[in-house]
């Protein structure tokens, strides 16, 4: 999730080179190298209106340790350009997250081996023109931050960016599950500084959210496991299901709008508008609905095939049409 961006190169010390070379399959000198920090990302609201919380950032900055640096999100290992050996949280101080809390950020150091095939991504990197990075990694839960419903679990009605009783809602991401890599992309998606919540699909994990955010990232091929396959479909059938629940609803409604402007307006031709009325949106038949009840409330018609009088009085009997 959110942004991040590449702050500048740095030169190396001995230190460095003794966290890089627990990496590399044989040691490497200060010259060899070229190292730079970055801000991966930070507490504060992106543009998705989801935010890690402190905890999380402190988790990440753990499973990032190692981690590749790619561009676009690639999955192809030809497309590696980095690799992360340092990372720590680092309070901003004078600085507050949009809703109110203290700033942090989650910050790296990265090494690239100096050569012929990274000099011009050096360079760029050198010249601020690859600045921009986004992280991709999962979390266990999405709370949300006006009714505490975890979103990984179920659904809840409060839409990000929105002002509830005077509360903007928002999602706060807890508990890291996994960190799969950083990479150099042009639109960030946090406003801050540029790392796109990316989440890839990963070993087991079924969550739907994740899986149709990673559908809906990616560029080239996606490949999902047997039960992330399996809970695709089974999303997929529950939609079917409440599709046809809605056209259910959609068929009965119309047919009380046609029997409505019967009564409402006799004069109609209920062939023809009952063809308007089987390609209306349920909202356009609602709004039918309220406007013929308006015009026939003082009336209290009720539509239903004549009965037994059964002792009622003729003004009574008179309210029954066919």
């Known amino acids: 999730m959110t942004h991040g961006y590449i702050e500048k190169s740095v030169a190396p010390v001995q230190s460095d080179i003794e966290k890089i070379n627990r990496f ?11 190292i730079f920090s ?33 561009c676009d999100h690639s999955m192809k290992s030809s497309d590696q350009m980095a690799r992360i050996f340092d990372t720590w949280v680092e309070k901003v101080a004078g600085r507050k997250t949009a809703d109110g809390e203290e700033f942090y950020q989650l910050k790296a150091k990265a090494y690239m081996v100096r050569s012929e095939e990274n000099a011009s991504m050096i360079t760029d990197i050198d010249a601020g023109i690859k600045k921009e990075v986004s992280v991709s990694c999962s979390v266990g839960s999405r709370i949300c931050s006006i ?11 409060h ?18 599950k996994d960190a799969y890599e950083f990479s150099f992309v042009a639109v960030p998606a946090q406003r801050e500084a540029g790392v796109t919540k990316s989440f890839n699909l990963h070993e087991d994990d079924v969550n739907m959210t994740d899986i149709i955010k990673a559908l809906n990232n990616c560029t080239d091929e996606i490949v999902l496991t047997k039960k992330q396959a399996k809970a695709l479909l089974s999303h997929m059938d529950e939609l079917e299901t409440e599709a046809q629940l809605g056209r259910e609803y959609k068929k009965s409604l119309a047919d009380e709008v046609i029997m409505l402007c019967s009564a409402a307006v006799p004069e109609m031709d209920l062939k023809v508008f009952g063809s308007v009325a089987q390609v209306m949106t349920a909202n356009e038949l609602i709004a039918f ?3 013929f009840l308006k015009r026939t409330g003082s009336q209290n018609v009720r539509v239903q095939t004549v009965p037994q009088k059964n002792g009622l009085s003729e003004k009574e009997y008179g309210q029954f049409k066919i």
């Open 147 to 157: 009714c505490g419903t975890d979103k990984a679990e179920s659904r809840c009605e």
């Open 159 to 176: 839409i990000g960016g929105k002002k509830y009783n005077g509360k903007t809602a928002f999602t706060v991401l807890n508990d890291a």
């Open 38 to 70: 970055v801000v991966l990302c930070n507490n504060d609201l992106d543009r998705d209106w989801e935010k890690f919380s402190t905890g999380t950032l402190n988790q990440l900055a753990e499973k990032f340790l190692g981690r590749t640096g790619i």
């Open 289 to 291: 609905k309220k406007a």
């Open 24 to 34: 590399t399959k044989r040691e490497f000198d200060m010259d060899s190298l070229y």
